[in-house]
């Protein structure tokens, strides 16, 4: 994810609501368990360990924080932690042209500066205060578009990430602000610790990657290839949220899915099974369905959607990443992004992958050899075709017949004894464990949904709040319904460069 949607608090959703978010609260629970399991049953045993050694974790996710610390954490926080969930369209667009505002003034700021006056207060420290300011109050404007249930909400908040993406552009190509950066760099003026000698380093090469040492022309040109990749990758990401298409299907079409899932279909008025193309409703019949014809319209749906819209949207940002690589030096756009990673370009990629290949061939080879076998073998008892082939939907359905076949693990019965809540305080629990924190719940949070759980993590050692986090792990009408994570709200804004305290989603 970018900056802005990068770090938060985990949530695990179960599934999507489609069109009726009303669903019966049974079917809400089991949802998100299946979801958790996947993720939980491996360190369930580390969990039972932990619980031995430690009995006091069960106490501390269970309890609530006293009435006076909470009150305490609230009135300490409510001065510097401006997390908002009932704004209205109109105070989107109005918060989003004030911070657009007093973030530029900064800018201008520090552009407008003799170059003989530049200093690291007024220069570096200005930007960074005003980079803090920026980011952790723009998710408050862009947030809303991926939990909101509100249709206008969400276009509100998707037409603000729009423009804050232009500005970011506009902000990241300002020639006069890179000017004063680079002449304090070379007066080495800059602050001597080494978390701001970082920031310098890191800014004047983020510039330099948008074209700020080249010719104007090229830096317009960069400037608006930048506004229409990242519009473009908006609306893309838009039309997959909003997507609410589903499958209709006979009950003998889904054999092999268990009770959970199916109480957690809703129906059409022929009878048939409505299976929307939403995580939490793919995943466990691809996984679990022994009808191929099933498993195959499943797939091609899946990896069609949004196909007329996001067809033409994926070939022009393809042309466009191409046309920004080759602007800025770059052989492809690849290469471009590599740079700033560990592996720096492609032929290290490829090297690695070449090598990784030759290592894992002969294994492979065998697994699908196993897997062709158990395919024949459930082709001839059910009367299917056998066709000596692995196919894009056969894939999950005999990854997971390994798992019953080889290992005797039935995720099925599994799921019986790991109900959301024991899954969710094991999980926090090894955590605490691990990281030497406490997981205390905050009661009656302010969140945007009844069902959102906020929690404060604390040093175990001294008590300090270090940061908080929302976990909402239950399906409503919202475009997000898979395992996501956001970094929301800073919340000690100073210094800049030595930020501990954060709120997650």
């Known amino acids: 994810g970018s900056e802005r949607a990068g770090g938060g608090a985990a949530e695990v959703r179960g599934g999507s609501a489609g069109k009726h978010a009303g669903k019966r609260r049974e079917t809400r629970r089991s949802e998100p368990r299946q979801a958790m399991l996947s993720v939980a049953v491996p360190v369930l045993r580390a969990a039972r360990r932990v619980y031995r050694a430690k009995p006091s974790l069960r106490m501390t996710l269970q309890a609530a924080v006293p009435q006076g610390s909470t009150r305490r954490c609230h009135l300490s926080a409510g001065s510097r932690n401006r997390l908002r969930w009932d704004l209205s369209p109109d105070d989107i667009r109005r918060r989003t042209e004030e911070l657009i505002q007093r973030v530029k003034r900064v800018y201008d700021s520090v552009g407008a500066l003799d170059m003989d006056r530049v200093s690291y207060e007024n220069t570096l420290r200005a930007l960074a205060d005003a980079k803090v300011t920026y980011t952790v109050e723009r998710h408050v404007l862009d947030f809303p578009q991926y939990v909101s249930a509100c249709r206008e909400l969400r276009a509100a908040s998707t037409e603000a990430d729009k423009r804050l993406s232009d500005f970011d552009v506009e902000m990241s190509m300002r020639e006069d602000v890179f000017q004063r950066l680079v002449v304090l760099q070379e007066k080495q003026l800059c602050d001597p610790k080494p978390e701001a000698k970082r920031l310098m380093e890191k800014v004047i090469k983020l510039g330099r990657r948008q074209g700020l040492h080249l010719s104007r022309e090229i830096q317009q040109e960069i400037k608006s290839t930048s506004k229409l990749i990242s519009e473009l990758s908006i609306d893309f990401n838009k039309n997959l949220n909003e997507e609410n298409s589903y499958l209709l299907f006979t009950e003998e079409e889904l054999g092999g899915l268990a009770e959970s899932y199916m109480r957690g279909l809703e129906k059409a008025d022929d009878g048939r099974y409505k299976v929307s ?113 692995i196919h894009a939907w056969d894939l999950p359905y005999y990854m997971n017949r390994v798992e019953q076949v080889k290992f005797s693990v039935d995720k099925d019965k599994l799921i019986e004894y790991f109900p959301l809540e024991v899954v969710t305080e094991g999980l926090l629990g090894i955590y605490q464990d691990l990281l030497g924190l406490t997981f205390q719940p905050v009661p009656k949070p302010h969140a945007w949904h009844p069902d959102v759980r906020l929690f404060s993590a604390r040093d175990a050692a001294s008590g300090e709040e270090i940061g908080q986090f929302y976990l909402d792990l239950h399906p409503r009408c919202v475009p997000v319904s898979s395992c996501v994570l956001f970094r929301l709200w800073i919340l000690k804004p100073s210094p800049p460069t030595l930020q501990r305290n954060n709120v997650y989603y």
């Open 277 to 389: 193309l939403e995580y939490p409703q793919y995943y466990p019949l691809m996984k679990r369905c022994f009808i191929p014809e099933t498993r195959r319209k499943m797939e091609a749906a899946f990896q069609s959607r949004c196909k007329e819209e996001n067809t033409s949207i994926l070939e022009r940002l393809i042309s466009l990443r191409a046309k920004m690589a080759e602007l800025l030096g770059f052989r492809t756009h690849a290469d471009y992004v590599l740079e700033m990673n560990m592996a720096r370009n492609t032929r290290n990629v490829s090297r690695f992958l070449d090598a990784f290949h030759e290592k894992l061939k002969l294994v492979g080879e065998q697994e699908r050899c196993y897997i062709l076998e158990l395919k024949r073998r459930e082709c001839g008892e059910r009367g299917y075709e056998f066709d000596g082939q």
